[in-house]
């Protein structure tokens, strides 16, 4: 999104972009490899070159600070609110006089919600001038915290489409045609992506059907060995495979049928963007919170309550039927996902950073 947002930028002799990189990656995230800063076409200024859990939070409410007092924005974007580190940026914003937007992809479905912390948190929401939020869900969660609709300004989340369908094509040309179709599960291997469940409903629903399926698991975290030592009194194969980096994912795209997402909580999920890029059907968690957006039943996909194993099993029964046209529901996962693009998110981002910004001159 960076990348093509500082396409835009750099067409506008009036407008500059600084994206102020805290950390170069998750501690979660260490074992996918180094990072490829030669993808990072945008201008950034690199804080920690190390883990983002290695900064105190002094050093964090500096390096922001600092950023600030030095390049003076109109608009300052936080992608935030759970930090102290963004209160304190967000309220000295205030005090100059800079204009605030908060890029939200929480959901009401994400936790629990209530008390206290939802009325703290709804007093830090309702300080921003206006929103970017990630899809319908995050909307909707914005709103009950005092937001008003006029105040959202851009609506979708995004991956690189283009990239990603180029190395899944270059991927599906050496594939080796197989006999027994598979479901992919990509992402961290925690109890809140919900694959025991999903791999006990799978086993029940293969004994029902002519064809059963296999499954890939990719990814890596601290469920995978009890989810490796389940798969061992499985009838069908279960494939794991080490977490990769994003520009690896296409590679493994290519030898399933369909992407699962099972998960009891997301607040959005990726991964379905990827894989309807490279035109797969997608069988998501009606938790998730990309699914009222992306998954559009029996034409690109189904969704699936995933505390109901019997619902779990109704939509493996839709996408595993032999009569369903999974090229076709491929096909249509492109189709949905056209709008969801990095070119489309950042020209609506710098929409809002000039609509913001005009505001504050009247």
């Not at 260490?30 to 945008?42: F, I, N, P």
């Not at 064809?211 to 279960?238: A, C, D, F, H, M």
């Not at 090229?327 to 996962?333: E, H, M, V």
């Amino acid at each position: 999104i960076f990348n093509e947002l500082q396409k835009i930028v750099d067409t506008n002799d009036a407008t500059q972009l600084l994206v102020l990189q805290l950390a170069m990656v998750e501690k979660s995230r260490t074992a996918l490899g180094q990072v490829d800063l030669s993808t990072h076409r945008y201008n950034y200024q690199l804080v920690h070159d190390g883990t983002l859990e290695e900064i105190s939070l002094k050093e964090r409410i500096i390096a922001m600070l600092k950023a600030v007092r030095k390049f003076k924005p109109d608009v300052v974007n936080l992608t935030g609110y759970y930090d102290v580190a963004s209160w304190i940026i967000l309220f000295y914003c205030k005090l100059l006089g800079i204009k605030t937007i908060l890029s939200n992809e929480s959901t009401l479905g994400d936790h629990i919600r209530g008390g206290i912390k939802e009325k703290f948190k709804s007093f830090i929401i309702r300080q921003f001038d206006v929103y970017f939020n990630f899809g319908t869900r995050s909307a909707e969660y914005l709103i009950t915290l005092g937001a008003k609709p006029e105040q959202l300004l851009v609506q979708r989340n995004c991956v690189d489409n283009k990239r990603l369908k180029e190395l899944f094509d270059n991927a599906k040309r050496l594939v080796i045609s197989k006999e027994q179709k598979s479901f992919i599960f990509i992402g961290r291997l925690i109890p809140f992506k919900n694959l025991p469940s999903f791999m006990e409903a799978l086993e029940e629903v293969n004994a029902q059907v002519a064809n059963p399926w296999g499954l890939i698991i990719l990814g890596e975290g601290e469920q995978k060995t009890e989810l490796q030592q389940r798969s061992t009194g499985l009838s069908y194969p279960v494939t794991f495979i080490n977490g990769v980096s994003w520009e690896e994912i296409p590679t493994y795209l290519a030898q399933a049928d369909a992407l699962v997402l099972p998960s009891y909580s997301e607040p959005w999920g990726l991964v379905v963007n990827e894989a309807m890029a490279c035109g797969m059907p997608v069988l998501v968690s009606e938790k998730c919170g990309c699914a009222i957006d992306l998954v559009k039943e029996e034409i690109n996909g189904f969704t699936f309550n995933p505390t109901n194993k019997e619902d779990i099993k109704r939509a493996l029964l839709k996408i595993m039927n032999q009569n369903l046209d999974l090229n076709n529901l491929g096909q249509q996962s492109i189709n949905i996902i056209k709008d969801y693009s990095s070119e489309n998110v950042a020209k609506e981002m710098f929409e809002g950073y000039t609509k913001i910004c005009q505001l504050g001159k009247k």
